[in-house]
């Protein structure tokens, strides 16, 4: 990373060091979770908890971020990290983990909003452009890097059903928190809309109203937010559900390595889709990758059942790297449309429709995988991936 000084490498550096840490778990958590009592269905039923904490307070807490400054949520956020990591690993109980899940979900719903718009704010500062698929693409491409390395080696340092992992995870967050606060740099004021002076409650209400005129300003700008939302739900759930996706039934059987390796080549992809975004991506391409994507989770719904376990891991991160590539296109030109000072609540918003999505879905999905087999999975994700595909073409014709 070149000009490791600079604002954008060091906002970088801590965003990295978060996300890194994390992805020590990454590789095994549900065979961890499912190890320690848990089913498919409570599995979904956890993440539904999830969205729903997220979904009630992804929106404010990106005003927030907003308001109070995009730093010193992204600090927060790594507290809550710390929380979710410690008791994820102390707990044995149902109980526990529902707990953990919440500090889980107040992690992400900080970070989310905040350090995006932190990192789009001191690229546009220091470089005087708004060609953001280049800052986020470079941090996507380091981040991916990195969660694949970490991933591997959480993997390979103790067996999945092990909470040493979980525990070398909260300590490494807790270091940074005590050590690297300071690398954080200094956000300038952003000037806000005079709509938004004054009255807390009118602010809210105005910046609220602001976002919903920009969205529903135009048809293409609808159809864009709309295929996002269904992109980013689509990768919550492949994400929740890969390894009972590539180990079916077998899922108890395979060692830690088997998984890292996997979640290695997953992250490699979507390094590889970061990498290729740093670019614009045009119209033309969007529209391919929308198709291949389509093709890909066709071929696992009526294939799948008989595909080599390497044939379906190998499509598995076909799919992530088109999603990955498409919502960092998709993201980036749906933020253009928004106000500098409201892009962190302008992504929570995004974000927290998504998690409605999540929170009506994810314990139907996992019920209905605990009942008719993992590889149901695959053609509800299809038929989500249609619906994407045809707003992305409207989108791109209209644009």
């Known amino acids: 990373m070149r000009k490791m000084t600079s604002p954008i490498s060091r906002a970088m550096v801590y965003g990295l060091g978060i996300t890194t840490a994390r992805m020590l778990v990454g590789a095994t958590s549900a065979i961890y979770l499912l190890s320690s009592g848990l089913t498919l269905t409570d599995l979904g039923v956890l993440k539904a908890i999830q969205a729903a904490i997220v979904f009630l307070t992804d929106i404010p807490l990106g005003y927030l971020a907003d308001k109070w400054g995009r730093s010193n949520v992204v600090r927060l956020s790594a507290v809550f990290n710390v929380a979710w990591l410690a008791c994820t690993a102390f707990g044995r109980y149902k109980f526990i983990f529902f707990v953990a899940e919440g500090f889980n979900a107040l992690a992400i719903a900080l970070y989310s909003g905040a350090f995006n718009a932190l990192l789009m704010n001191i690229y546009k500062r220091e470089t005087g452009q708004d060609e953001y698929e280049h800052?986020?693409?470079?941090?996507?491409?380091?981040?991916?890097?990195?969660?694949?390395?970490?991933?591997?080696?959480?993997?390979?340092?103790?067996?999945?059903d092990s909470s040493f992992v979980w525990w070398c995870a909260a300590l490494v967050i807790l270091m940074q928190l005590v050590l690297f606060n300071h690398i954080l740099p200094r956000e300038e004021k952003v000037k806000t809309p005079s709509s938004s002076v004054g009255n807390a409650l009118h602010s809210i209400i105005a910046d609220f109203r602001a976002i919903y005129a920009v969205i529903s300003s135009s048809v293409s700008i609808a159809l864009l937010s709309s295929a996002y939302i269904l992109l980013a739900f689509v990768y919550q759930v492949l994400i929740q559900f890969w390894q009972p996706l590539i180990g079916a039934d077998q899922i108890a059987t395979y060692p830690g390595i088997f998984y890292g390796a996997s979640f290695l080549s997953i992250l490699a992809a979507q390094w590889l889709a970061a990498r290729y975004s740093e670019r614009k991506v045009s119209g033309r391409s969007i529209i391919q990758c929308a198709l291949a994507l389509v093709t890909a989770f066709a071929i696992l719904a009526f294939f799948g059942q008989n595909l080599p376990i390497f044939s379906i891991i190998?499509?598995?991160?076909?799919?992530?790297?088109?999603?990955?590539?498409?919502?960092?296109?998709?993201?980036?030109?749906?933020?253009?449309?928004?106000?500098?000072?409201?892009?962190?609540?302008?992504?929570?918003?995004?974000?927290?429709?998504?998690?409605?999505?999540?929170?009506?879905?994810?314990?139907?999905?996992?019920?209905?995988?605990?009942?008719?087999?993992?590889?149901?999975?695959?053609?509800?994700?299809?038929?989500?991936?249609?619906?994407?595909?045809?707003?992305?073409?409207?989108f791109t014709k209209k644009s």
């Open 135 to 160: 800052v986020l693409g470079r941090y996507n491409k380091w981040q991916f890097g990195l969660m694949a390395g970490a991933s591997f080696l959480g993997s390979v340092l103790a067996p999945p």
């Open 314 to 394: 190998g499509i598995i991160c076909l799919t992530f790297f088109f999603i990955r590539l498409l919502t960092i296109s998709l993201y980036a030109a749906f933020q253009r449309t928004q106000p500098e000072s409201m892009w962190a609540t302008a992504e929570s918003v995004l974000s927290a429709l998504s998690r409605v999505l999540l929170l009506f879905l994810l314990p139907v999905i996992g019920g209905i995988s605990q009942q008719n087999g993992v590889m149901v999975l695959p053609a509800i994700l299809l038929i989500i991936c249609l619906v994407a595909c045809y707003l992305i073409l409207r």
